[in-house]
């Protein structure tokens, strides 16, 4: 029964394309921002602007270290944190900032510069391999390059935008546009070049779901996909 779901899932995927539901590849966005940052509602809004292309996948994540500063992040988590820490030494960088933008895993920028995000875009490769079809409790992951090992990330956001009223810290008396809110990021397992299946975190009402597969320890982005 699991060689067969195999073959089928292996079908599907070459059917499917490098996204799921046959869509385009696209550039993953990860923009690392905080409400105690004064320095991070350009980049929010920059991320909100990225919201309608349909060659992109933004995805907010809130940092937690800027908390100290009087405001708590109402959406920091420190696994997001974390997530930032991992990427520096392999982007070249000596820490975490905000506001930061990871394009594809592979290019660290200041995302509050709109320009700059415009032609780090323009110059990006998306990959497109493997393929990714989202079920409705797995994700199915297509054959690639055999022995090449990489993560599968789940991530589910808010697709809206949510604004949020800061009482404290560097944005005191600010209302703060957010988009593509990380709530939750889960590593479902390992994929090693072969096609397989992992299974779906169950997303709270309103949530949309987003795959990473993505080179251990902060390394680029293969393929991502969303529902």
Known sequence: ??????????????VAGPAASGERAVNVVELFTSQGCSSCPPANANLIRLRGRPDVLPLSFSVT?????????VFGQEKFTERQRV???????????????????????VGNHQPEVEDTLAAADPGQVPAIAIGARTVGVGAGAKGRLAD??????EPDVIEVAVKRGENTGRTLPHANVVRELFR?????????????PKAASGLKTAVLVQEPDGGPILSAATD
Do not use: C
Not at 93 to 104: A, H, K, L
């Open 87 to 109: 990427y520096e030494p392999a982007l070249g960088e000596r820490g975490p900032f905000t506001p930061q933008m990871v394009i594809n895993g592979r290019v660290s920028i």
């Open 65 to 73: 270290y800027w908390d100290r500063l009087g405001w708590k992040d």
């Open 1 to 14: 029964m699991l060689l067969r779901s195999v073959a089928a899932l292996a079908v599907s995927l070459a």
């Open 152 to 157: 599968v990330w789940v991530a589910l956001y």
């Open 188 to 200: 479902v397992g390992t994929w090693n070049g072969a096609a397989a299946e992992f299974p779906r």
